[in-house]
């Protein structure tokens, strides 16, 4: 392939952080830097709430042909923002677009679909709508770079799911010259068959997509990932059960299978443990400001789980997560173990604002730590010189040394710190409630004293920034003892596999492609602290209940040997997952996808 070979890889999730492909791309691009440096730009939709936290912008020079195509295109009236995407590990140049423009009319795009491409849109929604003036943005801004490009230079634009790749499908009709690479990272049809269809694996060659696409009003997404699909010169997944799905619902084998990745070194036991201990106060800080204004229990027996992911119940198993806690709290308290479960919800939902007690309780709890620190200090010399002039071997009264002020300080503070209302299950102030607030309200989740498991339900991405823990995720996952994601449709699963790279222990379900690539590679995986649940072979009734047996085991091992499980999955297995180890065979696609584009040149 040619050095100067330029590669746009383009995805709804740069820089706007929905789910896994965030993660996906993020790791990714250190690896592809190290190969295209310069020649590599990624492309996505403009919001500014989002944009702002990450994104720097820079001046757009205009001798190269993508500076002189952004110029042309705000000449036009097109709103285009160039500038650096700003990550730990990389500072990748970014071009975001806003969708939200005049100048395209998405009805007339529509038209086209539907002439075109037999793509049904009519009954589309908001978001969709966006989706679809975003693709139009992008057809106009790679044909244009294709005109200010000579005839020797080799452009190769990589799409990531239907959101992206609404223009795909135009750029092969007009034949521009570019080489298009699509993957989809799970099926629009999977998502919503797998949680409302029953026996959704065995049962994949039966349905007519096109009348479920009519009944669960997605026949726009599955018409453009299909369409995207079959025109791409080349068509990449992510495991084998998301190639099953490609094959009868888009009607195209993956030209390839390529496991997600991610830019990671592994830590050893002691610095893993080392982590958890210094992550693990951040998290006690904000349950003790949370749960200690109520009541209190033993933070040394307390474990802290957590399952995390988009809002999708039962895809990723929120549903099953809570149905086992229930079960393992009936029998922690059976048994009076003493310990305190707390189970951390990391998904992010439509809220009006934060809940005050739960935006107070860091805060409250570092007043009341800075004032007993204040009071120790003051306490200490005052006791000595008491004890030193006193004949009397008796304690002094400590209420006789402070002064009056510093007494008045400790009583306002302790009533403002004691409250009567049980903690919140959820963090926000949601803007409706959801499934999972009706399971707490219903089996009588509501974060009661007597209650061994407690839920902290938080609705926002764990961010450092935006937290209300005040720590970033890898961080937080790092201060937990163990991840839940026994999930119902995953093609891969970034959760678990970020998890036990952290050193935490985690479990997966069988039906992801993360956990099958587990059973396939590590023997003895529940040695390692890696657990696998059966979703394939039984009931959501079964699979919950093992869920619970799992927890429960989990939570003996911990009271018996006192010892906190750090996740130990061997080197050899994990550096699979490296993205040193999976970019070279992103690159052979690429070449792959440059031959297909070119068959005449033979070049490549």
């Given amino acids: 392939m040619k050095l100067d070979t ?72 097109y709103e285009i923002h160039l500038g650096y995407w700003l990550l730990p590990s990389s500072r990748p140049l970014v071009i975001l677009f806003n969708p939200d423009n005049s100048l ?3 009805n007339q795009v529509k038209a086209t679909l539907w002439n075109d491409h037999q793509i049904s ?3 589309s929604d908001a978001l969709t709508d966006k989706v679809l003036a975003f693709g139009e943005i992008l057809r106009i801004f790679f044909t244009t770079v294709r005109n200010f490009s000579n005839d020797e230079q080799d452009l190769i634009a990589h799409f990531h799911e239907w959101m992206s790749a609404s223009c795909l499908p135009q750029l092969h009709k007009d034949k521009i010259k570019i080489a298009t690479v699509f993957t989809t990272h799970a099926t629009v049809a999977g ?5 409302n269809e029953y026996d959704f694996y065995n049962r994949l060659h039966t349905f007519d997509i096109q009348e479920k696409a009519a009944h669960y009003n997605i026949e726009a997404q599955t018409g453009i990932e299909k369409a995207a699909a079959q025109n791409a010169n080349v068509f990449t997944t992510v ?12 009607g195209r084998s993956p030209d390839s299978i390529i496991p997600n990745g991610l830019n990671f070194q592994q830590k050893f036991p002691h610095e893993s443990f080392s982590q958890h201990q210094k992550y693990r106060g951040m998290i006690d800080e904000f349950v003790k400001g949370l749960f200690f204004p109520s009541y209190h229990f033993n933070m040394e027996k307390t474990l802290y789980f957590f399952t995390s992911g988009r809002y999708e119940y039962r895809n990723k198993g929120f549903d099953i997560t809570l149905k086992a806690l229930e079960q393992l709290n009936e029998k922690l308290q059976e048994n009076d173990f003493g310990i305190t479960i707390i189970l951390f919800i990391i998904s992010p939902r439509p809220h009006y604002s934060v809940k005050a007690d739960a935006l107070e309780a860091r805060s409250r709890y570092q007043h009341m730590q800075k004032l007993c620190r204040k009071i120790s200090s003051e306490l200490g010399p005052r006791i000595y010189a008491s004890v030193t002039h006193d004949k009397s ?19 306002k503070t302790v009533a403002g710190f004691k409250q009567k209302q049980l903690p919140a299950v959820a963090t926000h102030h949601l803007v409706n409630e959801d499934a999972i607030t009706d399971f707490c309200r219903s089996t009588g989740f509501d974060n009661s004293k007597n209650s061994a498991v407690k839920v902290v339900y938080h609705n926002e991405f764990m961010e450092r920034a935006t937290s209300l823990l005040g720590m970033d995720y890898a961080e937080f996952v790092s201060g937990c003892h163990l991840g839940i994601f026994p999930d119902l449709y995953q093609p891969w699963g970034y959760a678990p596999m970020e998890s036990i790279v952290l050193g935490t222990p985690a479990i997966a379900s069988n039906l992801s492609g993360f956990g099958q690539f587990v059973q396939a590679n590590v023997t003895d995986h529940d040695a390692q602290e890696m657990y696998i649940l059966d979703r394939k072979s039984q009931s959501d009734e079964g699979a919950a209940y093992q869920l619970s047996e799992m927890l429960y085991n989990f939570t003996r091992s911990f009271i018996s040997n006192q010892f906190i499980p750090r996740s130990s999955i061997k080197n050899t297995a994990i550096a699979k997952l490296c993205w040193s180890e999976i970019q070279p065979r992103y690159e052979e696609i690429y070449k792959l996808a440059m031959m297909r584009s070119q068959p005449a040149s033979n070049l490549y």
Wanted: charge should be negative; proline fraction near 6%.
């Fill in 6 to 77: 330029i590669l746009f890889e383009v995805a709804w999730e740069i820089c706007n952080q929905i789910g896994g492909i965030y993660t996906f791309i993020k790791s990714k691009i250190p690896a592809v830097m190290d190969v295209r440096e310069d020649n590599y730009y990624l492309l996505g939709p403009y919001f500014p709430e989002t944009a702002k936290l990450d994104f720097k912008p820079v001046a757009v020079m205009g001798e190269c042909p993508v500076g002189k195509t952004i110029l042309r295109m705000r000449d036009m009236g």
């Fill in 104 to 106: 395209i009319d998405v």
């Fill in 121 to 123: 849109s009519i009954r």
């Fill in 191 to 195: 998502r919503y068959l797998a949680p």
């Fill in 239 to 250: 495991s084998k059960q998301c190639a099953s799905e490609c094959e009868i619902f888009l």
């Fill in 393 to 411: 071997s008796g304690l002094p009264d400590i209420n006789k040394l402070l002064d009056d002020e510093l007494i008045q300080d400790w009583k």
